[in-house]
């Protein structure tokens, strides 16, 4: 069974631009959760997506955005980068959703770096 | 402020020493998780506890939920570098008639030298 891919892996880009990001989950799971983790934060939540649509959002401003698509892939947009916004963002997909305590399968992430 | 605070920060240790995690929190959860996180890789779920007193262990790793399910412990007995990696707990915190988000602590680094 494949495992929940993340695209892509790295990533660089300057302040003011956007940028997209990609996640595959695993087959049959129907939610989606993005994460944004650094090292003074840890792991922080951005958002889920459940059968295309926004079950759950964390505390990040407007700038950060995603969507699900029918085949329960999602996107993860950021436009207007800040240097703060240099994190790694995880993906995890899951059966249910982590807010009904159902396991996170997590991708190995993009890595941003904002200059 | 973090509702999950874990202890110690980083840990470095020999191969063969035992060590134990802490998870804490005034919060109430309905479950708790514990996740590995190895260099380049996404965390990687080692457990769930979801209730008050539960014990579980996976081979070396012991974890404990606390009575009022407050807090949560992991123990590795003789570490091994394979140990190596950023242990999470993640809790569901119990709410009222709010949503529920997972929400994760900042991690325990641990290094265990050959």
């Keep these: 069974k494949a495992g929940v891919t993340q695209t892509p892996r790295y990533l660089i880009k300057t302040r003011g631009q956007q940028v997209t990001l990609s996640c595959s989950p695993i087959s049959g799971h129907r939610s989606v959760s993005w994460y944004q983790q650094t090292p003074g934060q840890g792991l922080q939540f951005l958002f889920e997506y459940f059968s295309e649509t926004q079950r759950n959002k964390g505390n990040f401003p407007g700038r950060f955005s995603g969507r699900q698509f029918s085949n329960s892939r999602s996107e993860m947009n950021v436009s207007t980068l800040e240097l703060g916004d240099s994190a790694l963002y995880l993906c995890a997909s899951s059966l249910a959703g982590g807010a009904m305590g159902s396991p996170l399968h997590f991708g190995n992430g993009t890595r941003l770096t904002v200059t | ?114």
């Design chain 2, 1 to 114: 402020t973090q509702l999950l605070e874990q202890s110690p920060q980083f840990l470095s240790i020999q191969e063969g020493e035992n060590l134990t995690v802490y998870c804490n929190s005034s919060s109430v959860f309905s479950s708790l998780q514990w996740y590995r996180q190895e260099p380049g890789e996404g965390p990687v779920l080692l457990v769930t506890v979801v209730t008050g007193g539960e014990v579980k262990k996976l081979k070396r790793l012991t974890f404990q939920f606390g009575d009022a399910r407050k807090d949560s412990s992991l123990h590795i007995t003789a570490a091994q570098p394979g140990d190596t990696g950023l242990y999470l707990c993640a809790g569901l915190p119990i709410t009222q008639g709010g949503s529920e988000k997972l929400v994760f602590g900042k991690g325990t680094k641990l290094t265990v030298n050959p």
